[in-house]
């Protein structure tokens, strides 16, 4: 509920799983605390506080390649990123070219920025 003491701050829809709970988030007090509801679970919260505090996302992205049959290979990062990261990992991999052949699972990247964050290639490519 809204008022002037418990004004709901961001509206957002857990992701969490297929029941897709409309969450509110009010801020309690003091800076970086907030309050969640209308979670039906405990993942609910995790997820609202990790959108509010730390924001992450996996990136998936194409890099080109010296193939001669697929100019374009698909990567992803292992593990979710900052999203203040990702503008420029994205930049990173526009500029890269891969040298095949390749296989699904080489790192591409490894520990992006010492995040613990690596990026993958996610197809097999020969030739
Ligand atoms: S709050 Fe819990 S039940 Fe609701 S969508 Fe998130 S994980 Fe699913």
């Known amino acids: 509920m809204e008022n002037s003491e418990n ?16 969450l509110e988030i009010t801020e309690k ?9 209308g979670n039906r679970c405990p993942g609910g919260k995790n997820y609202a506080l990790n959108e509010m505090r730390d924001p992450k996302r996996i990136v998936t992205a ?8 697929i100019p374009c290979i ?7 990123l900052q999203m203040d990261l990702i503008r420029g990992l994205l930049q990173k991999l526009f500029s890269m070219k ?6 699904c699972g080489d790192v591409l990247i490894k520990n ?15 030739e």
């Open 62 to 69: 194409v890099v080109a390649s010296d193939s001669t049959k």
């Open 7 to 22: 004004t709901v701050i961001r509206k957002m829809i857990c992701i969490m799983c297929p029941a897709s709970c409309h």
């Open 98 to 103: 891969i040298h095949v052949p390749v296989q």
């Open 112 to 126: 992006y920025k010492d995040t613990g964050v690596s990026v993958v290639i996610t197809r097999s490519v020969e």
């Open 29 to 37: 007090g003091k800076e970086g605390e907030y309050l969640v509801t």
């Open 74 to 80: 698909p990567v992803k990062t292992d593990l979710p």
